[in-house]
């Protein structure tokens, strides 16, 4: 009962403030868990960059392969699994994805040449899936709505500051080094997380009346009025957001290599600051708003296609920029909890979380393939014509139908069951 009363007043004194979330047992174990595993994925991820480039002979294509081969697992882990991710319980569950993403960054470790480098980042993908969408069904049980926000925007802001520390160490270390001892810090992180997931108290998982079917996942989505409108925003602007990142290498191969790991690093600062102004702000509930940022979004990829013309090193101010604004999708996903009922969030979010790994890769793909052919401008070119345009029609859907911005309607989660897990 104390830890609950001095959760409440927290929140009764600092109503906007970040503290409520420490304060929360549920809350606080899982923003600490994911800030270590977040550090350690994008160590291993900058390390798996650098080393798919060396090992494809310095084609673009390579990095872009990394991610570009997590669709098949991400859309089978999201498809397959759909209907029983809110019956999985949910701490065992995170607990062993964790062991398996462990298990999989010793694969590189052990065996030479590209395939052992794409075999690991297909294993990410599926874990990265699953656990995302079984750790938003925990929030959506376990931590009150009136702090899902500023949980939401921490964890944003965690997964933007260890793509910093994490791009920038990763990148370095397999530069100076190799890739060895970045992936083995990957493999400790999990461990790490896997420990801290087990001390968390969750009330069991909210059952559905009916058993979910394989297309449940879409079908909520596209049966709310105000998901059915964001979400293909949210798929078109995700699918880009690893473009930074895929071509950085490409970008600056024939100016100054050891600029690398800033330009890894750069969108992902951007996008920490951008978390932590967010979070603080009732974005989550003005999906118009919403769609005016994923705009000025598309412009900052456009001016960043500009700077290049001028400068290959302007890459990493054209990132840091387009990081400032990409602050909507903390924003889009503390919506999505807000609106989906808790018995189908996992499923919602593995759905989610899915299909953007899967598009994810596809853009990486698609843009790498653009800049091998045209190069690096003419690709954030693409980019930003294509978020401008989905972001302007978004706007301008909204402004037809007034109700999409209601979000009034969203259920409520069950705060007598996450309540008495929390006390007991």
């Known amino acids: ?4 009363s001095k959760a409440k007043s927290v929140r009764d004194h600092g109503p906007q403030g970040y503290r409520v ?15 270590v595993s977040y550090l350690g994925d994008f160590i291993g991820l900058g390390a798996l960059l650098l080393t798919a480039y060396t090992r494809s002979g310095g084609h673009p294509l ?4 990394v991610f570009g081969v997590q669709a098949l697992p991400a859309f089978a882990a999201s498809a397959g699994m759909g209907p029983w991710l809110d019956r999985i319980p949910r701490r065992a569950g995170m607990l062993t ?6 298990a999989a960054m010793a694969v590189p470790i052990v065996f ?20 995302n969408a079984i750790r938003t069904g925990s929030i959506a049980d376990g931590v009150p709505r009136d702090i899902r926000a500023r949980l939401v925007a921490l964890v944003s802001m965690s997964n ?6 994490g791009y920038l160490t990763g990148a370095g270390v397999a530069i100076a080094i190799g890739a060895g001892p970045a992936l083995a810090a990957d493999a400790a992180t999990f461990i790490a997380a896997a420990a801290l997931i087990a001390g968390i108290r969750l009330p069991p998982p909210a059952q559905a009346r009916q058993r979910a079917s394989m297309t449940t996942g879409i079908r ?3 049966g709310d009025q105000t998901l059915s409108v964001l979400a293909p925003v949210v798929w078109i602007g995700l699918a880009l957001c690893a473009m930074p990142q895929t071509l950085a290498a490409t970008a600056l191969s024939k100016t100054d290599r050891s600029w690398v790991p800033a330009a890894l690093a750069a969108m992902a600062a951007g996008a920490a600051i951008s978390a932590i102004l967010v979070g603080r702000s009732s974005l989550g509930e003005k999906v118009r708003s919403q769609l005016r940022y994923v705009t000025g979004f598309g412009v900052m990829f456009l001016l960043t296609a500009a700077a290049l013309k001028a400068d290959p090193l302007l890459l990493v101010a ?3 920029a387009i990081g400032l604004f990409s602050g909507w999708t903390v924003s889009a996903q503390t919506t999505f909890i807000h609106v989906v009922p808790p018995e189908r969030m996992a499923h919602v979010t593995g759905t989610m979380i899915g299909s953007l790994i899967v598009l994810e890769g596809t853009g990486a793909v698609i843009f790498g393939a653009i800049a091998g052919a045209f190069g690096v401008p003419a690709a954030y070119l693409a980019a930003g014509v294509l978020l401008t345009v989905a972001g302007l029609a978004g706007q301008g859907y909204v402004r037809l139908h007034p109700k999409v911005r209601d979000l009034r309607r969203a259920p409520a989660s069950r705060p007598s069951t996450a309540g008495a897990a929390r006390n007991g």
């Open 318 to 320: 054209g990132n840091f």
């Open 1 to 4: 009962m104390g830890t609950h």
């Open 160 to 165: 933007q500051v260890s793509e910093v520390l």
């Open 62 to 65: 390579g990095p872009a392969a």
């Open 21 to 35: 979330v420490f304060a929360d047992p549920v809350a606080g174990r899982l923003w600490i868990a994911a800030t």
């Open 97 to 102: 994805l964790c062991l398996t993403g462990a």
């Open 220 to 222: 909520t989505i596209m």
């Open 112 to 131: 030479g040449g590209l395939w052992p480098v794409l075999a690991t980042a297909a294993v990410i993908g599926a874990v990265r899936t699953v656990f």
